[in-house]
């Protein structure tokens, strides 16, 4: 079962505009939600995760919402930058069981 | 990817050959990870180590046999290789259930 899900595979988004990347998880266990980027042949890299009690985490031009309600997380790039094209993973971790979304794909169009 | 390596970068089987994978870490990091790719289905954990001498199953263990024999290095065996097992195989590393760092990945090609 797909307890970590990005339901766009892809999307496009002119330069100097807004990026936003959703993700839907059904655990309500996992207490840890995080983000990576992955450019092609390469690993993941972390980009910006946020705690179950908090709602929001900023870092520069990321910002991650977590609305635990809906069971919902987001990821906004503000603003995007043609270097931010590349595949997003959203995860949600509790203890050391972190599962991934199957990742979007970011185009960011000069 | 700096202090995490991943040998081989590529490889082909036949199946049912056996082969190891191997992750190098020069991190210190007492967490280690070895996770599949498949296309449409994210990462998927295989197995984990939380320390020198430990393991444990992740979410798709079958088929795999890990060692962590020394704190630096995490092995990922296959015994029998399937072709279920074509895959990108990434290892990861970090000090808790927290941020992970990841290698650049190894493709395995299964016939």
């Known amino acids: 079962d797909q307890q970590v899900k990005q339901n766009s595979p892809s999307l496009s988004v002119q330069e100097g505009r807004i990026s936003i990347l959703n993700c839907d998880y059904t655990?309500?266990?996992?207490?840890?939600f995080l983000w990576y980027k992955k450019y092609p042949a390469e690993g993941p890299t972390f980009l910006i995760s946020?705690?179950?009690?908090?709602d929001k985490n900023e870092d520069g031009r990321f910002t991650v919402f977590l609305n635990k309600s809906a069971k919902h997380l987001s990821l906004h790039i503000v603003p995007s930058q043609p270097g931010d094209s590349a595949v997003y993973f959203c995860a949600a971790s509790v203890g050391n069981d972190m599962r991934f979304g199957a990742g979007t794909r970011l185009t960011v169009k000069p | 990817n700096a202090g995490v390596t991943q040998t081989p970068k590529f490889r082909v089987l036949k199946t049912g050959q056996s082969m190891t994978l191997l992750c190098a870490q020069d991190m210190n990091h007492e967490y280690m990870y070895w996770y599949r790719q498949d296309p449409g289905m994210g990462l998927r954990l295989i197995h984990y180590s939380v320390g020198e001498g430990t393991t444990a199953k992740g979410e798709v263990p079958d088929g795999y046999n890990v060692s962590r024999l020394k704190k630096q290095n995490f092995l990922l065996g296959l015994e029998s290789a399937a072709p279920s097992q074509t895959s990108v195989y990434f290892c990861a590393l970090g000090q808790s259930q927290e941020t992970q760092y990841f290698g650049p990945g190894t493709r395995l090609l299964v016939l």
């Open positions: 655990n309500s266990m996992f207490d840890y």
């Open positions: 946020i705690s179950s009690i908090k």
